[in-house]
């Protein structure tokens, strides 16, 4: 612990401030690290441990991997990785990749139907297993390119909440590493030599939406580096009267501090009227003419 690099001091910090502003961990919790095999989730574990030996034990974790009967699928090296650094850990087999492969159109995003199957899979051992906590290791840069993705190709402001409480209100879902730059998840990898194992599913998939917008978030940073941070920021500083959602801001009574009054009112009567009668063609409109002159006298 006492020889550890610049960027293993700089996850820690950061994984602990996230940990303390969201109140993600707290003694005697119980937690299942999600680890698929990759160098985000290999990175939220070695963090975790070692905050653990920190703290002195204080909480639990165990490292939950879930085969999903890719091909080529090999954790050999995955569980001697852990057994080496004496983490408590299971390796549950559930062939997803079949069902996925068989519902999904060649060609088409398998994400979404392998991450709802893979999520239920989690969900149902930790009930069945007394962890409380659920750690997934999405960083930084995940949460603000889907954040942009959610506004490109959903028409809403939304990302990954460092934690969440899920629907049927069983598991508390935490992101540790919500502060931490993908670089230096990577530059951390290096320098452990993760035993990685490659995603064959959604891993192979190109053109995925996300792809082409890591490279657009990169591209502005190029010219401001600043950009990444800022998104993350503007996640934690939202404007609610700044928007347009009528559920978040009460637009429909927002009045200065002159009376109201019957000639500065409104007649929303009369402008649903007006509105109507300007979307009419040529001849209703000459009809609508008769009648309203009809009215007049």
């Known amino acids: 612990m006492t020889d550890i690099s610049k960027t293993a001091k700089k996850l820690l910090h950061y994984t602990g401030k996230a940990i303390a502003d969201f109140n993600m961990i707290c003694f005697g919790d119980r937690v299942l690290v999600c680890l698929s095999g990759g160098k985000d989730s290999y990175t939220m574990l070695s963090v975790l441990d070692m905050l653990r030996k920190r703290s002195g034990n204080r909480f639990e974790l165990m490292a939950f991997t879930l085969d999903q009967g890719q091909p080529d699928w090999d954790d050999v090296a995955l569980k001697a990785w852990l057994t080496a650094r004496k983490i408590p850990f299971e390796v549950f087999h559930r062939d997803t990749y079949t069902t996925v492969k068989e519902k999904i159109p060649e060609g088409k995003t398998y994400c979404s139907l392998c991450s709802r199957m893979r999520r239920g899979i989690i969900y149902r051992y930790a009930e069945e297993n007394g962890f409380n906590k659920i750690a997934l ?121 002159e009376p109201e009054s019957e000639a500065n009112s409104l007649d929303l009567a009369a402008l649903t009227a007006l509105a109507e009668y300007t979307e009419m063609d040529d001849a209703t409109q000459k009809v609508a003419d008769c009648q309203m002159a009809a009215d007049l006298f």
Not at 152 to 174: A, C, Q, T, W
Request: charge should be positive.
């Open 137 to 257: 290791g999405h960083h930084r840069d995940d949460l603000i390119r889907t954040l942009l993705m959610s506004i490109f190709y959903s028409g809403e402001i939304r990302s990954m909440p460092p934690k969440l409480l899920s629907d049927n209100k069983k598991h508390i879902v935490i992101r540790p590493l919500v502060y931490c730059q993908e670089k230096d998840i990577i530059a951390f990898a290096n320098e452990q030599q993760f035993p990685i194992i490659p995603c064959n599913l959604c891993g192979a998939q190109e053109n995925l939406v996300r792809v082409k917008v890591k490279k657009l978030i990169d591209t502005l940073a190029l010219d401001n580096p600043k950009i990444p941070s800022n998104m993350l920021h503007a996640l934690t500083s939202i404007k609610p009267s700044q928007l347009m959602d009528k559920k978040l801001w009460n637009f429909k009574n927002i009045f200065s501090n």
